[in-house]
């Protein structure tokens, strides 16, 4: 499956999902809120394996702007309705602030986390950036003070953690910081497989564009950790190219269902999107929300 935002193709594991609606006013352009910065007109060579957050975020940030351009407001009112009416939230990976300064400018006190200084840096020089709390260091170990009526994990964030073991941490983190009867909203993909040859690799075209620039990517499959190694590279209008590395640690539903019943939260709602269309056999994502008692 693949979606498109102007002459923009990217498959669904690396980018945000419109909703089913044809109508556009659904979503909005980040540069119509926020004044988002230029790509930079560099050469970046980079060939190793992501080992974390803050890799993924210092390579990312110059260009994680461009790729990802648009918000579903679906998603700004989900959240902003979670939030609930102390208008309150922490999102783990918070990144150049894509979600939390939407809801910043809809009056929501957004406190965030992420290892990567670079990325946070972007988040800052936005409007509204001084207002979000942001706390260096690793999503998973959820290192903030007080709870919350709502802890938001976007965009395949949780897989960002490269084991079992730390996204079970995470979960549990989630749970010491959420008020009573507060809500973890997720957003994940379904893992695909059949994407991958017999030998676990993948070469796909991501875009092509009449400018002259394109994207594909580059991934092997790591079946007996569920993680997948990716390069997305991309050569820009100027001529330039740039590699993009990723590494993740997916997780299928069930298991993410078992992580939070292990921290004590219950699974309240599955959806394919947020715009609350049903989750079934052939849902690419889900939105999941999960509660604490």
């Keep these: 499956m693949s979606d498109s935002v102007g002459s923009i193709s990217i498959d669904s594991y690396s980018m945000p999902r419109r909703s089913s609606s044809a109508a556009t006013d659904g979503w909005i352009g980040m540069a119509g809120i926020l004044e988002m910065p230029g790509i930079h007109s560099v050469r970046l060579a980079h060939s190793g394996v992501m080992t974390g957050e803050r890799r993924y975020g210092d390579v990312w940030a110059p260009y994680y702007d461009e790729v990802y351009t648009e918000v579903d407001l679906n998603a700004i009112r989900m959240l902003e309705e979670y939030a609930g009416p102390e208008r309150r939230?922490?999102?783990l990976g918070i990144g150049t602030g894509r979600m939390a300064l939407p809801l910043v400018h809809r009056g929501i006190d957004v406190v965030g986390v992420d290892e990567s200084e670079a990325m946070v840096a972007r988040l800052r020089s936005k409007p509204g950036g001084d207002r979000v709390s942001v706390v260096i260091g690793d999503f998973a170990d959820v290192p903030v003070e007080g709870t919350f009526p709502l802890v938001y994990l976007g965009f395949n964030t949780l897989f960002?953690?490269?084991t079992q073991e730390r996204q079970v941490d995470c979960f549990v983190g989630?749970?010491?910081?959420?008020?009573?009867?507060?809500?973890l909203v997720l957003e994940c993909f379904v893992p695909d497989l059949v994407r991958y040859d017999g030998l676990g690799t993948r070469v796909g075209v991501g875009s092509l564009s009449p400018d002259g620039s394109h994207?594909?990517?580059l991934a092997v499959?790591?079946?007996?950790?569920?993680?997948?190694?990716?390069?997305?590279?991309?050569?820009?209008?100027?001529?330039?190219t740039v590699v993009l590395p990723t590494t993740i640690r997916y997780a299928w539903p069930s298991e993410i269902d078992l992580m939070a019943r292990i921290a004590g939260l219950e699974l309240e709602a599955r959806w394919d999107w947020y715009d609350r269309r049903p989750?079934?056999?052939?849902s690419p994502a889900h939105v999941s929300v999960y509660r604490k008692p």
């Design 160 to 162: 960002c953690l490269l």
């Design 279 to 282: 989750f079934t056999d052939r």
């Design 221 to 240: 499959h790591h079946a007996a950790t569920q993680v997948i190694e990716a390069h997305n590279v991309r050569r820009l209008a100027t001529g330039e």
């Design 89 to 91: 939230m922490l999102e």
């Design 215 to 217: 994207s594909y990517e």
């Design 174 to 183: 989630v749970a010491e910081h959420l008020d009573p009867g507060g809500r």
